[in-house]
């Protein structure tokens, strides 16, 4: 077991590719923290944890509120009393019904045309709240979370911190400025601290998936989507959650001694 008698923190870890790298690193040794802002979703992580022998505890938190943040890394030291791995994973997306039909719509015009020459409108029609929101979740979020962590990690001199980008912040994804705009935001705040950290041992990195299959994403793809999705994937077919997992075990363990500031991207080769 590459994480025995390791702590773990996980945010947005109730489902999808949180809950994959929680039990990714229970299956290796680790006591892991399960965050996520539902606190059914926890439980479920929880027991499924339980079931392969290993030890948890749940947090629930808006990762968007630093002193809850706070609260939660003070139960984590009150829990566990240290902390070796964190993984900066809690996320949402949004759109509106309205940019989805003009999305779909583009998509059937790409597919028959080549081109696209209408827009989605996404920009031009984003509220304030939409996009602080989106901000607040992923970016400060990140930050919050990654404060707590140098408090614990720096003074030990060694730590991993794993935070989650996305494709979307390396190339932009049209009808998603805000969604892009966090997720290159993580890319550099990630290449910024890992410089300012690995002096005291501590590792930073990130990893940007590409189309990933899990309900936070799919939920929202029309058959249209997917299909040209699938199809800008070299492999054939969306990743799943635990080949993400994959790479963030990677990231967190001895093996990924040199790594430092990097961004992984499981993408099926669709950002090469």
């Known amino acids: 077991m590459k994480f025995k008698d390791k702590v773990a923190l996980v945010t947005g870890a109730g489902c999808g590719i949180g809950k994959a790298i929680a ?4 299956r290796e040794g680790a006591r ?12 479920t992580t929880l027991a499924e944890i339980v079931k392969l022998g290993g030890e948890g505890l749940g947090m ?5 509120h630093s002193k809850e943040v706070k609260d ?16 900066n994973n809690a996320g949402i997306a949004r759109t509106t019904d309205e940019v989805l039909k003009r999305g779909d719509a583009c998509l059937q015009e790409l597919l028959t045309s080549g081109r696209v020459t209408t827009s989605v409108e996404a920009t031009r029609t984003m509220t304030d709240e939409a996009w602080d929101r989106m901000l607040a979740v992923h970016l400060y979020g990140t930050f919050y979370c990654t404060r707590e962590a140098l408090n614990i990690m720096e003074d030990r001199g060694k730590g991993k911190i794993i935070n989650m980008a996305s494709i979307a912040g390396m190339v932009g994804i049209p009808g998603s400025p805000d ?23 501590v590792y930073v990195n990130a990893i940007a998936p590409g189309w990933i299959d899990t309900p936070l994403l799919t939920h929202q793809l029309t058959p249209t989507f997917r299909f040209v999705a699938v199809t800008q994937t070299p492999v054939g077919r969306m990743g799943t959650p635990e080949e993400v997992a994959a790479v963030a075990l990677f990231l967190a363990s001895e093996d990924a001694s040199f790594v430092v500031g990097q961004v992984i991207c499981p993408t099926g080769g669709g950002y090469v």
């Open 179 to 201: 969604y892009s705009a966090a997720k290159g935001a993580i890319i550099a705040f990630t290449k910024s601290v890992a410089r300012e950290v690995i002096g005291r041992g």
């Open 60 to 64: 629930a938190a808006d990762v968007s």
């Open 32 to 43: 892991v923290v399960v965050n996520d802002i539902d606190a059914g979703a926890i439980e």
């Open 72 to 87: 939660m890394f003070a139960g984590t030291l009150k829990k566990f009393g240290t902390l070796d791995i964190l993984v």
């Open 23 to 26: 039990l990714a690193f229970a």
